[in-house]
């Protein structure tokens, strides 16, 4: 079982940045895949980023692609998404998934879900 924390939501002006964080309660974590999903009323669910149990490969939605970095810290059991540039589109509940079906922006694919951080964008 995994438990994921997600924190670091807020609200920003466009342009503006914001740092979310996700610590994970298990002892496997530096083997599973981890991946940032965001869901925005009336919306389907839809991946951000994901990456590799190492940290070394990662995967964006071109929505996000080179505003968006996601990273993790093995040893401390924490993923990360550092947005730049923010959008008033990119409002929306983040959560933070894990599984281990591979690099995968799918929700389907991941088994373990975080209860989400609200980020609001304003124009």
Do not use: H
Not at 96 to 118: E, H, I, K
């Amino acid at each position: 079982q995994v438990q994921l924390v997600e924190s670091g939501g807020g609200s920003v002006q466009a342009g503006g940045s914001l740092r979310l964080s996700c610590v994970a309660s298990a002892y496997a974590y530096s083997s599973v895949y981890m991946a940032w999903f965001r869901q925005a009323p009336g919306k389907a669910r839809e991946g951000v980023a994901g990456v590799n149990p190492g940290g070394g490969i990662t995967r964006y939605d071109d929505s996000v692609e080179g505003r968006f970095t996601i990273s993790r810290d093995n040893a401390k059991n924490t993923l990360y998404l550092q947005m730049n540039s923010l959008k008033p589109e990119d409002t929306a509940m983040y959560f933070c998934a894990a599984g281990s079906a591979g690099l995968s922006l799918t929700p389907g694919d991941y088994n373990f879900w975080g209860q989400g951080t609200q980020v609001t964008v304003s124009s």
